[in-house]
C-alpha cells in the first residue's frame, strides 16, 4: 500500500461535506488500497456540528480512514496536507451585494493560500469549490507563493458532469457513451457547456441535438441555470451532486483518466486566455496530479463568443478582487 494521503477538508460542517467525507473514506476517490488521514476545518461557531460529522465518520468504520482532526486553524488543517479540498466559503445572504460577498471571500481564500504555502505539503493538489470558485482560487494562487499555480483548480466537473447527462438523457442513451463534452470559463451563468465536438457511442450529437441554434436556446441555458433549478425545487443547493463531482475531479486528477473532463485550472494563453485567471478547459488528466489543456481545437464563432463572455467576466471578477486586496 501507499503512503499515507493527507487530505484536508474545509467547511466540513457543511452540506456538499456530509456527501463528500463518506466517499473519501471508503476508498472511492484515492483507490481500496489508499490509507488517509482527514484534517477537517471549519469556522469556530460550527465546530460542534463537525464534532458531529466526525462521530458518524469513526462510526463508519472505514478501515482506511486512519485518524481525523477537527480545528478551526488552517495553519493545523493544512499542516503537511497532500491534498486540500475547498469547499468553505462566506455564503450569500439575502440583500447582501456581490462585492461584499467577494471581499468576504477574498479574505478567506488570501488566508488560506498563506497557510497552505506554509505548512501543506510542497506537491499539495487543491480544488476550490466554494464560491466564487474560479476567483477564489485565483486569489488563493496569489498568496501560496511556494504551491505552483498549475496545482490548484477550481470545481467545474459539476456543470461537466450536468451536460453529459443532459445529453445522454436528451438522445436516450447511457452517460458512460457521451464523450467529448467540455465546460469552457467560469463556473457561473456564464460558462460556455460545449457539446460541438460531443459524440454518443463514438456518433456526433450536435444534429441529433437540434443543430448549434437549438442548442444555444435549449440546452446551454438548462446546464448555466442547473444550479439555480436545484435551489428553487429543494431549497438548498446542490451537494450530493457537487460531492461527487468533487470525487470524479479528485480522482481522475490523482489516478488518470481516459476521458477528456473539465477543470478550471490557470490560464496559460491556450485559446487566447490570459495568465492570471483560473478559466475552465478540456483537460487530460495523466495521473500522479498531472494534466494537460487540450490543445489544437478549432473555435468557431459560436463557441468564441460564450468563451469570450466568460473570460469577460472572470477578467471583471479578477479586477474586483485585486482591488480589495489594495
Ligand atoms: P454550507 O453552507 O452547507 O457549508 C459551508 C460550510 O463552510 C459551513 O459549515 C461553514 O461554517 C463553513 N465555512 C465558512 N467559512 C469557512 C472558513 N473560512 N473556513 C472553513 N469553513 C468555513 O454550503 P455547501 O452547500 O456545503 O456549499 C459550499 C460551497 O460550495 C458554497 O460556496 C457553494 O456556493 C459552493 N458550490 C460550488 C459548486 C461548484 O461546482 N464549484 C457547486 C455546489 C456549491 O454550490
Same mark, same amino acid.
Given at each position: 500500500?501507499?503512503?499515507?494521503?493527507?487530505? *484536508?477538508?474545509?467547511? *466540513?460542517? %457543511?452540506?456538499?461535506?456530509?456527501?463528500?467525507?463518506?466517499?473519501? *473514506?471508503?476508498?472511492?476517490?484515492?483507490?481500496?488500497?489508499?490509507?488517509?488521514?482527514?484534517?477537517?476545518?471549519?469556522?469556530?461557531?460550527?465546530?460542534?456540528?463537525?464534532?458531529?460529522?466526525?462521530?458518524?465518520?469513526?462510526?463508519? *468504520?472505514?478501515?482506511?480512514?486512519?485518524?481525523?482532526?477537527?480545528?478551526?486553524?488552517?495553519?493545523?488543517?493544512?499542516?503537511?496536507?497532500?491534498?486540500?479540498?475547498?469547499?468553505?466559503?462566506?455564503?450569500? #445572504?439575502?440583500?447582501?451585494?456581490?462585492?461584499?460577498?467577494?471581499?468576504?471571500?477574498?479574505?478567506?481564500?488570501?488566508?488560506? %493560500?498563506?497557510?497552505?504555502?506554509?505548512?501543506?505539503?510542497?506537491?499539495?493538489?487543491?480544488?476550490? $469549490?466554494?464560491?466564487?470558485?474560479?476567483?477564489?482560487?485565483?486569489?488563493?494562487?496569489?498568496?501560496?507563493?511556494?504551491?505552483?499555480?498549475?496545482?490548484?483548480? /477550481?470545481?467545474?466537473?459539476?456543470?461537466?458532469?450536468?451536460?453529459?447527462?443532459?445529453? /445522454?438523457?436528451?438522445?436516450?442513451?447511457?452517460?458512460?457513451?457521451?464523450?467529448?463534452?467540455?465546460?469552457?470559463?467560469?463556473?457561473? &451563468?456564464?460558462?460556455?457547456?460545449? $457539446?460541438?465536438?460531443?459524440?454518443?457511442?463514438?456518433?456526433?450529437?450536435?444534429?441529433?441535438?437540434? %443543430?448549434?441554434?437549438?442548442?444555444?436556446?435549449?440546452?446551454?441555458?438548462?446546464?448555466?441555470?442547473? !444550479?439555480? /433549478?436545484?435551489?428553487?425545487?429543494?431549497?438548498? &443547493?446542490?451537494?450530493? &451532486?457537487?460531492?461527487?463531482?468533487?470525487?470524479?475531479?479528485?480522482?481522475?486528477?490523482?489516478?488518470?483518466?481516459? #476521458?477528456?473532463?473539465?477543470?478550471?485550472?490557470?490560464?496559460? %494563453?491556450?485559446?487566447?486566455?490570459?495568465?492570471?485567471?483560473?478559466?475552465?478547459?478540456?483537460?487530460?488528466?495523466?495521473?500522479?496530479?498531472?494534466?494537460?489543456?487540450?490543445? !489544437?481545437?478549432?473555435?468557431?464563432?459560436?463557441?468564441?463568443?460564450?468563451?469570450?463572455?466568460?473570460?469577460?467576466?472572470?477578467?471583471?471578477?479578477?479586477?474586483?478582487?485585486?482591488?480589495?486586496?489594495?
Amino acid at each position: 500500500p501507499n503512503e499515507t494521503l493527507v487530505v *484536508a477538508v474545509t467547511g *466540513a460542517a %457543511g452540506q456538499i461535506s456530509y456527501s463528500l467525507l463518506p466517499l473519501l *473514506a471508503n476508498g472511492t476517490v484515492f483507490g481500496p488500497q489508499q490509507r488517509i488521514q482527514l484534517r477537517l476545518l471549519e469556522i469556530p461557531p460550527a465546530l460542534t456540528a463537525l464534532s458531529g460529522v466526525t462521530m458518524e465518520l469513526i462510526d463508519g *468504520a472505514y478501515p482506511l480512514l486512519e485518524s481525523i482532526i477537527e480545528t478551526s486553524d488552517p495553519m493545523v488543517a493544512f499542516r503537511n496536507a497532500d491534498v486540500a479540498i475547498l469547499v468553505g466559503a462566506f455564503p450569500r #445572504k439575502q440583500g447582501m451585494e456581490r462585492k461584499d460577498l467577494l471581499s468576504k471571500n477574498v479574505s478567506i481564500f488570501k488566508t488560506q %493560500g498563506e497557510a497552505l504555502s506554509q505548512v501543506a505539503s510542497r506537491d499539495v493538489r487543491v480544488v476550490v $469549490v466554494g464560491n466564487p470558485a474560479n476567483t477564489n482560487a485565483m486569489v488563493l494562487s496569489r498568496f501560496a507563493v511556494n504551491i505552483p499555480p498549475r496545482n490548484i483548480s /477550481a470545481l467545474t466537473r459539476l456543470d461537466h458532469n450536468r451536460a453529459c447527462a443532459q445529453v /445522454a438523457h436528451k438522445l436516450g442513451v447511457s452517460v458512460g457513451s457521451v464523450d467529448g463534452v467540455c465546460i469552457w470559463g467560469n463556473h457561473s &451563468s456564464t460558462q460556455y457547456p460545449d $457539446v460541438i465536438r460531443a459524440t454518443a457511442d463514438g456518433v456526433p450529437v450536435l444534429a441529433k441535438l437540434g %443543430g448549434a441554434e437549438t442548442v444555444a436556446e435549449h440546452f446551454i441555458p438548462v446546464i448555466q441555470k442547473r !444550479g439555480a /433549478a436545484v435551489i428553487k425545487a429543494r431549497g438548498l &443547493s446542490s451537494a450530493m &451532486s457537487a460531492a461527487n463531482a468533487i470525487a470524479d475531479h479528485m480522482r481522475s486528477w490523482i489516478c488518470g483518466d481516459d #476521458k477528456i473532463v473539465s477543470m478550471a485550472v490557470a490560464a496559460d %494563453g491556450s485559446y487566447g486566455i490570459p495568465e492570471g485567471i483560473y478559466y475552465s478547459f478540456p483537460v487530460r488528466c495523466l495521473g500522479r496530479g498531472e494534466y494537460e489543456i487540450v490543445q !489544437g481545437i478549432e473555435i468557431d464563432e459560436f463557441s468564441k463568443r460564450y468563451m469570450d463572455a466568460t473570460k469577460d467576466e472572470l477578467l471583471s471578477e479578477r479586477d474586483d478582487a485585486v482591488s480589495l486586496l489594495a
